[in-house]
Structures are given as structure tokens and as C-alpha cells.
């Protein structure tokens, strides 16, 4: 049996369009795997890898004496979507999370933060994945390169690899904690594609991205 991350993807939008936080998109993804694989699987949530006990984990899979880790974004726009014979009474008021060219970053060091655990357990390491779910279609859109982000941008198409770092327009407050540049050994295309559909208005799509560390 292999792990399979679209047979999650697939699984989890049957039982669950929105989510209310990151918490609960990754307590959900996690539980959805363990439904898939049952004992052939252990999750654990918020892993510290062996090599570094200040790193965390999203999600880790252990799976034939190997490791698959997960890291998730879910990013939003302030909205209130209602979700019929979904968790409580349906009813889910998002918040907005801003700094679209942050988010960027995060994600882009979410690869590469796989990208380390693939280094400093290579004879555990099965493969891994970061994962991005956001209704906020602005996401697919091209940067312009004054924006100073246009690097770090998540645009339908693109292919991200290698040095990455901030345009010279950019502020400080946005580069803080957020400095370093990102280094991408491998090639990830950004390939989004429809998660779902809650209703008309432009809060009420969401999308998903996700790319696979081998």
C-alpha cells in the first residue's frame, strides 16, 4: 500500500468543504488518513523530527518504516458561508488573513523546510508534501515585480526553484522574521486546482495547491 495525497485530498472534500481554522484543517486531513491507510499508518500532529526537536510538523505519517511529512497553510477571507449537515450548525464565519506576500514566503518555506527533513533523515524519508487551501482566488494571480513579493508569488504556472529573495521596495515589516532568502533544491510547479464550491459569491470558492518533496 502506498500513501497516495490526492486519495486524501478527494476523501476529505467529500466530508468536508470549509473548515474553520488551520487547526481544524489539519485535525481533519489527519483524521481523513487514518480512515484511508487504518493500521498500516500512525499520525502524529505537530512532529518534532529526530535531527531537530525545535522543528514541528504539521502533520507525519509513519507508514512502512518510513516518514511522509505534511505541512498545511489555510489562509481566508472574512466571510460567513453556511454549509448544510456540516460540523455544528453549519455556520462558518471566517476570518481575513492579510499579507498575501507573507503567506507567499511561508509556503515557499514550507517546501523547503521538507526539503531538510528529506536531508536529516534520508534513510527515513518516504516522500512529503505542503499543502495550501484559501478562498482567496488572488492567489493564482501574477505579481508585478514592484510589488516586491513577485518572487515568492504562487501564480497558476509558475515553476518555483532555487535562490528566492525580497524585492528592494519592500518594507521592513513585512520581511520581518522573514529575512532569509528561500533555497528550493528541486523544481515545484504551482498547479491550483478547485477544492470547493459553498455558493456564488467570490468567498465561496476555495482552491487548493499542494506539491509532493520526493
Known amino acids: 500500500m502506498n500513501f497516495n495525497i490526492q486519495d486524501v485530498i478527494n476523501s476529505l472534500k ?20 487514518k480512515q484511508l491507510y487504518q493500521e498500516a499508518v500512525n499520525v502524529c500532529m505537530e512532529y518534532c523530527p529526530e535531527f531537530n526537536p525545535e522543528m ?34 453549519g455556520i ?20 523547503q523546510r521538507i526539503e531538510t527533513v528529506k536531508k536529516g533523515i534520508p534513510d527515513k524519508f518516504e516522500k512529503g508534501y505542503t499543502v495550501f487551501l484559501t478562498n482567496y482566488s488572488s492567489y493564482q ?50 498547479q491550483w486546482s478547485l477544492y470547493s464550491k459553498v455558493d456564488e459569491t467570490a468567498a465561496g470558492s476555495f482552491y487548493i495547491l499542494y506539491n509532493e518533496i520526493k
Open 14 to 33: 467529500k466530508k468536508r468543504k470549509v473548515f474553520t481554522s488551520e487547526a481544524d484543517f489539519q485535525l481533519s486531513m489527519g483524521w481523513v488518513i
Open 92 to 111: 462558518y464565519r471566517l476570518k481575513n488573513h492579510g499579507a498575501k506576500n507573507q503567506v507567499c514566503y511561508d509556503y515557499l518555506k514550507d517546501i
Open 141 to 190: 494571480k501574477p505579481a508585478r515585480k514592484n510589488w516586491g513579493y513577485s518572487a515568492f508569488s504562487l501564480e497558476e504556472g509558475k515553476n518555483k526553484t532555487g535562490n528566492m529573495e525580497w524585492g528592494e521596495k519592500i518594507s521592513a515589516g513585512t520581511t520581518k522574521g522573514r529575512t532569509e532568502a528561500i533555497q528550493l533544491n528541486d523544481n515545484y510547479p504551482i
Open 56 to 89: 514541528h510538523i504539521d502533520i507525519m505519517v509513519f507508514m512502512n518504516g518510513k516518514q511522509i511529512p505534511i505541512e498545511l497553510k489555510y489562509k481566508t477571507v472574512e466571510c460567513e458561508l453556511t454549509v448544510d449537515s456540516e460540523v455544528g450548525d
